[in-house]
């Protein structure tokens, strides 16, 4: 039978920006504040390397940094930080309950959802069973392994350009291989890409297949209008798709879109009174950093008022 082990005013699912913002503002507004935030509390920031558009650093900031300065600041507000998974959630009685991956039942007067995206892949056989020998999701944890290596990136967004540029630190040249004839990126990245002699855009051109014996040693890609295959001979193969957010454990208990992004209301109430989503999570749209904070800040907010509501 699950223990119960304690009740909060406001329990926060995740620890990215939103995540962080929330519990230093429900702490700060007189609630009791718990936040989940994994085995590697963090969220997406810790797969990036230096940040520059976070507001407050005239220098750029290393993402693992700014998320460890989040988690000492809620700390010292007086937020509750566990490092573990709910893996259940029980909406339907209030309080509401949740579980957490080692089992114990925490309940809660309101619950923000900040559980963000995780990387997307191609969804080759080939990919799946390279994963982790030479296939990766994460540039800033895999690219060392590739010093004097020829590596490629796929995908055409702002993932991809950092991913391209953090490789060019390590591998001897960098192919970002996009399926279309113009990059998703932002502009600067773009010409930063351009500016960059050891990278070699590849445009309209989708993977086929990942070779190699134990570990990849490279892919062939295909010309979308041609049909021309063509081989690279890359045994690092960073994949840069986009993301995809993290909610299974909330189908069925919440209003998912057909993506299965939260939905949510102006205010981020979710489809449960009492529960609120913010962040990548539920932001299809801009999946900014600092976007993140700024909704993690309004769910707490509008939390606080519903449990002063609720009070009365
Ligand atoms: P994204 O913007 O969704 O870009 C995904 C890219 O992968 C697109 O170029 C897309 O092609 C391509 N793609 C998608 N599915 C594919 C498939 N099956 N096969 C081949 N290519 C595929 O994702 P993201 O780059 O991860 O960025 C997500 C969000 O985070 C964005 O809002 C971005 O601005 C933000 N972000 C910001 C920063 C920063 O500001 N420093 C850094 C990283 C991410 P199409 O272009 O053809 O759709």
């Not at 926060?12 to 429900?26: E, L, M, Q, T, V």
């Amino acid at each position: 039978m699950a223990e119960q082990t304690a009740h909060f005013d406001m329990i926060i699912i995740g620890s990215g920006p939103a995540g962080f913002a929330a519990a230093i503002y429900g702490v700060r507004g007189g609630a009791s504040t718990a936040l989940f935030g994994g085995v590697a509390p963090g969220g997406q920031l810790l797969l990036t390397t230096e940040i520059e558009n976070y507001p407050g650093f005239a220098d750029p900031v290393v993402g693992a940094d700014l998320m460890e300065g989040m988690l000492k600041q809620s700390v010292r507000l007086g937020a509750t930080v566990f490092n573990t998974e709910i893996v259940a959630v029980n909406f339907t009685e209030h309080p509401f309950s949740l579980t957490a991956g080692d089992g114990r039942v925490y309940t809660a007067g309101s619950v923000i959802i900040a559980t963000g995206a995780r990387a997307r892949w191609l969804g080759l056989p080939s990919e799946r069973k390279y994963i982790g020998k030479g296939v990766s999701g994460c540039a800033t944890c895999d690219g060392f392994f590739f010093r004097g290596r020829e590596v490629c990136v796929i995908g055409g967004g702002d993932s991809a350009a950092e991913d391209a540029l953090f490789l060019t630190k390590f591998a001897s040249k960098v192919y970002l291989v996009h399926r279309r004839d113009k990059l998703r990126a932002a502009f600067r990245l773009q010409e930063k890409l351009r500016a960059n002699t050891k990278i070699e855009i590849i445009y309209d051109h989708l993977p086929e297949e990942i070779t190699g014996g134990a570990r990849a040693a490279g892919l062939y890609i295909k010309n979308v209008r041609t049909g021309a295959v063509r081989r690279l001979e890359t045994p690092g193969i960073f994949i840069a798709i986009g993301h995809a957010p993290a909610t299974n454990i909330f189908a069925g208990k919440l209003d998912l879109d057909a993506s299965g992004y939260i939905v949510t209301d102006d205010r981020l109430a979710a489809s449960v009174p009492g529960v609120f989503a913010a962040g990548d999570v539920m932001d299809t749209r801009y999946k900014q950093a600092v976007v993140a904070a700024g909704a993690g800040c309004m769910a707490a907010m509008e939390a606080l008022l519903y449990l002063e509501e609720a009070k009365k």
